[in-house]
Structures are given as structure tokens and as C-alpha cells.
């Protein structure tokens, strides 16, 4: 078997993940993030909408880093993209200040297939807002299903269940400070782990 660093194995649940994206490497990517946003909206209150719950620990980290004067809402989404193409949404926190002519930020944590955003993002134009732009801390590019994209995104990753920083596995994971991902199934690790 390959030779790995078995300080970097964890196990969640049923399976072992691998350390991807150290705290140090996230935080520095955060700060040239949180420059490029306070550069684009100079003046402009914008509002953070984060979604729940992945990217609250992402959304922490990155709006800390902010100088601009920001406010934000969580909101809950519920994907129920499994049997149509299509994809559908309901929103289960709603958001409970009028965005009408504000400039709103949508926080994710990851762009797989994009199904959610691209479900989600045409009920937020219903408010009217002035803008609406996307930051997400992960994209899958190749996994994209649909016409959305990430306006600020942290990394570009393959198609590997990641887990930490936010990002769960069937509910656990979550308040890994890094991130890890997934050993492929055949790969051999020691009892011992
Ligand atoms: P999308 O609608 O396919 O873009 O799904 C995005 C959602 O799927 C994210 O907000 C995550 O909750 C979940 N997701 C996608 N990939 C991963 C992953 O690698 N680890 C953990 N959650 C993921
Ligand atoms: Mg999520």
C-alpha cells in the first residue's frame, strides 16, 4: 500500500478520511477572500445570507475577517434533488428582514451539483434585491449540473466527499478544524488506525 502520514487518518462513522485542506491553508485563503470582498462592496451594508448548517463555521471565520460593515440571517435549506433533474428547495429558516434593494452575499460551504443554489437563488430575486452574488468555501467543478457559480470561492477540489470545517458526514464531522477527505473504498489502512 501507499506510504501515508497516520497522523492525518481519522474515522468518521464507517469510514477513514485523509487530512485535505489544513486550518492554516483555509485561513489564509479566508483573508485574500475577505480583501476581495471588502474591495467590491465599499460602502455598500451588504447582507449575508448563510446557510445552514454547513457553512456556519466558514461563515464565522470569513465575516471576522471582514473591515466592511456587514449584517447577516441564517437560513435553513432541504434539498430534495434525488428523484428529478430539476431539483427542488424549501426553505425551513426563512429570512426575516426584507432584502428589497439590499446587496445581498449567499454563503455556502460547497457547490456539488449546484442544484441547490440554482433552486434557491431565483426565490432570493423575488425580494428585489439590488444584487445577489454567491460565496462559496467549495466547488466541485466537475460535478456541476447547472448554470450557477460561485461569485468568491475559497478551492477548486475533485469529486471527493470532504468532510470538517462545517462539512458533515451523515451528521458527524462537523467541528473538525480541518478539512479531510475521503479514503476510497479498497484502499488498505491498519487495524491499528
Ligand atoms: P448541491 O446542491 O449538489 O450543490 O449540494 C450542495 C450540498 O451538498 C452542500 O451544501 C452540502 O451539504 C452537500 N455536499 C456536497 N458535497 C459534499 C461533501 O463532499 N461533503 C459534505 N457535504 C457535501
Ligand atoms: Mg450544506
Same mark, same amino acid.
Not at 500500500?1 to 491553508?25: C, G, W
Not at 489564509?28 to 445570507?49: C, S
Not at 431539483?87 to 432584502?99: A, C, D, K
Given at each position: 500500500? =501507499?506510504?501515508?502520514?497516520?497522523? *492525518?487518518?481519522?474515522?468518521?462513522?464507517?469510514?477513514?478520511?485523509?487530512?485535505?485542506?489544513?486550518?492554516? %491553508?483555509?485561513?489564509?485563503?479566508? %483573508?485574500?477572500?475577505?480583501?476581495?470582498?471588502?474591495?467590491?462592496?465599499? &460602502?455598500?451594508?451588504?447582507?449575508?445570507?448563510?446557510?445552514?448548517?454547513?457553512?456556519?463555521?466558514?461563515?464565522?471565520?470569513?465575516?471576522?475577517?471582514?473591515?466592511?460593515?456587514?449584517?447577516?440571517?441564517?437560513?435553513?435549506?432541504?434539498?430534495?434533488?434525488?428523484?428529478?433533474?430539476?431539483? *427542488?428547495?424549501?426553505? =425551513?429558516?426563512?429570512?426575516?428582514?426584507?432584502?428589497?434593494?439590499?446587496?445581498?452575499?449567499?454563503?455556502?460551504?460547497?457547490?456539488?451539483? @449546484?442544484?441547490?443554489?440554482?433552486?434557491?437563488?431565483?426565490?432570493?430575486?423575488? =425580494?428585489?434585491?439590488?444584487?445577489?452574488?454567491?460565496?462559496?468555501?467549495?466547488?466541485?467543478?466537475?460535478?456541476?449540473?447547472?448554470?450557477?457559480?460561485?461569485?468568491?470561492?475559497?478551492?477548486?477540489?475533485?469529486? *471527493?466527499?470532504?468532510?470538517?470545517?462545517?462539512?458533515?458526514?451523515? &451528521?458527524?464531522?462537523?467541528?473538525?478544524?480541518?478539512?479531510?477527505?475521503?479514503?476510497?473504498? @479498497?484502499?488498505?489502512?491498519?487495524?491499528?488506525?
Amino acid at each position: 500500500m =501507499q506510504s501515508a502520514n497516520y497522523h *492525518h487518518i481519522i474515522k468518521v462513522h464507517d469510514r477513514y478520511f485523509t487530512l485535505y485542506i489544513d486550518r492554516e %491553508t483555509i485561513h489564509a485563503r479566508l %483573508t485574500e477572500m475577505a480583501r476581495n470582498i471588502d474591495a467590491d462592496y465599499a &460602502g455598500l451594508n451588504p447582507k449575508f445570507l448563510v446557510v445552514l448548517n454547513g457553512s456556519f463555521i466558514f461563515a464565522a471565520d470569513l465575516l471576522r475577517l471582514l473591515r466592511l460593515d456587514a449584517d447577516l440571517s441564517f437560513i435553513k435549506l432541504s434539498s430534495y434533488a434525488g428523484t428529478t433533474t430539476t431539483g *427542488h428547495v424549501s426553505m =425551513q429558516l426563512g429570512i426575516n428582514e426584507p432584502l428589497k434593494d439590499r446587496h445581498v452575499i449567499v454563503v455556502e460551504d460547497i457547490i456539488d451539483t @449546484g442544484l441547490t443554489l440554482h433552486s434557491f437563488v431565483p426565490i432570493l430575486w423575488e =425580494q428585489e434585491p439590488a444584487s445577489v452574488k454567491v460565496v462559496s468555501l467549495l466547488v466541485k467543478p466537475t460535478a456541476l449540473r447547472c448554470d450557477v457559480r460561485a461569485d468568491y470561492h475559497g478551492f477548486d477540489i475533485p469529486e *471527493h466527499f470532504v468532510v470538517g470545517y462545517g462539512l458533515d458526514y451523515d &451528521g458527524r464531522g462537523r467541528n473538525l478544524e480541518d478539512i479531510f477527505r475521503v479514503v476510497p473504498d @479498497g484502499f488498505d489502512l491498519p487495524d491499528a488506525v
